[in-house]
């Protein structure tokens, strides 16, 4: 890798925490209070976005495994891999604020709603997936 393209990895890393680090203190500390919900529609911020992601990786694992079964590169496989743990990540992140958020809103930590259980439904297929991922040979 070439000493230009470092640096402007290093740069944009560097860029991309630092604007992270600001958007969080402004949820907490510039954003107002929303009158209803409380502090606690601040969880939106994170859960909303962690969604986003969450589903937009699925579907970048979904084009990558299939680029992997019709070009046979293993390039394919390791993006639709790395997609994957990504939206795990993410999945579980929504996991875990949605119901700080239901508790509040609903009065319950869980209701089956179809966005909640289709949410639940995709943390078990990414589990599914590295499940079979890891009980294979990779020869």
């Not at 390791?78 to 929504?94: D, F, I, K, P, R």
Request: hydrophobic share 60%; with cysteine.
């Amino acid at each position: 890798m070439s000493p230009k393209i470092r640096w402007i990895g290093a740069i944009s890393g560097t860029l991309g925490v630092g604007l992270m680090v600001l958007v969080h203190w402004m949820v907490f500390f510039w954003v107002p209070t929303e009158q209803t919900q409380g502090v606690a529609q601040r969880i939106f911020y994170i859960h909303v976005p962690a969604a986003w992601v969450a589903f937009m990786a699925f579907g970048i694992v979904a084009v990558f495994s299939a680029l992997y079964l019709w070009r046979k590169d293993v390039r394919f496989d390791m993006a639709a891999c790395s997609a994957a743990e990504g939206g795990m990540v993410y999945t579980v992140l929504v996991l875990l604020t949605g119901p700080l958020w239901g508790r509040v809103a609903w009065g319950a930590w869980w209701v089956w709603d179809p966005k909640l259980t289709l949410t639940l439904l995709l943390w078990f297929i990414y589990l599914g997936y590295f499940l079979v991922r890891g009980s294979t040979d990779n020869s």
